[in-house]
């Protein structure tokens, strides 16, 4: 029989890349990490691993052993599942990604409450970005992830993964508050600040701005959306600034709902019939309606 550590460091492998990413993510050394897969590939008696440069790549046996042990994993979620809905009392740990604005906006409220209701529940939450939060629910680093989608891109759910539209949140148009500006088009030669050059984010607002028919002058690269409040109350910038950023800001103004984003939030297959995920997730809806209430 096939040891389940051992194949869980083959599935890891493939969602991490690289032996050194598996070794930091699990508090292994890179040597450890190779000599279990080589104990692997002894047990199975097939190649599982071979070379490309200095890196490695799975074998389509071993790809066919980490499907085999995706099985395995959502078959013990789903038994812990049960288990958890036999008690009486919501308890456990739920680990939360999320994103910087909807982090900042949702889950200090949503903790406070199932903290107050569930004293035997721990909430944690880690602020990382939308790829790198979905593959750590992958990895199961996380079991709830709270990601954006900007207007025109796909939903790339990977398989194994649940995802459901939270909340809508409007995109506006943020400028200094004393800029004669009536609509996007009045920026072509004003300075803006927008995310990274490659971004999600910046493909989307790069083509908002083309379509208004100018090339927009990026004079300020941050993923920081409330720096970019910032630079807008300063009279630096102009900027788009979701919904969520917005609650608390009065100093700019907003010239014009341009779109809006979709905030998903997303949990593994098999652990959404947890009642403590079920309680997380609940919390977090209602929250999100709150929002929705009040834009």
């Not at 071993?62 to 994993?73: K, P, Q, Y």
């Not at 456990?92 to 889950?107: E, N």
């Not at 508050?177 to 030669?189: E, F, I, M, Q, R």
């Amino acid at each position: 029989m096939y040891d389940l550590h051992r194949l869980r460091l083959l599935r890891e492998l493939s969602l991490r890349g690289t032996l050194a990413a598996v070794a930091q993510a699990l508090g292994y050394s890179p040597s450890a990490v190779s000599h279990q897969l080589s104990v692997l590939e002894r047990e199975t008696g097939v190649p599982l691993l071979e070379p490309v440069g200095r890196r490695v790549r799975l074998t389509p046996a071993a790809e066919r052993l980490v499907m085999h042990t995706e099985n395995i994993l959502d078959e013990l979620e789903r038994a812990q599942a049960s288990v958890a809905a036999s008690r009486s009392e919501v308890s456990g740990h739920v680990r939360i990604a999320a994103f910087q604005s909807a982090g900042r906006a949702m889950l200090p409220g949503v903790v406070r409450r199932l903290s107050s209701q569930h004293p035997a529940l721990r909430v944690t939450f880690a602020h990382i970005s939308a790829d790198a939060a979905v593959l750590g629910l992958l990895a199961r680093d996380f079991d709830v992830v709270l990601s954006e989608r900007y207007p025109g891109e796909p939903s790339t759910a990977p398989v194994g993964v649940r995802t459901t539209v939270l909340l809508s949140d409007k995109l506006f148009l943020a400028v200094p508050a004393d800029w004669p500006v009536g609509s996007l088009s009045d920026l072509a030669t004003r300075p803006w600040v927008m995310e990274h050059a490659g971004s999600s984010v910046r493909r989307w607002t790069d083509s908002v701005c083309r379509g208004a028919g100018f090339e927009p002058s990026v004079m300020f690269e941050s993923a920081d959306v409330y720096l970019h409040a910032q630079l807008v109350t300063e009279g630096l910038a102009a900027a788009f600034l979701p919904g969520l950023s917005l609650r608390a800001q009065s100093e700019f103004r907003t010239v014009e709902v341009v779109a809006a984003r979709s905030i998903e939030l997303s949990v593994r297959q098999g652990s959404d019939a947890s009642p403590v995920i079920a309680t997380v997730t609940s919390a977090l809806k209602d929250q999100a309606r709150g929002f929705d209430a009040r834009a």
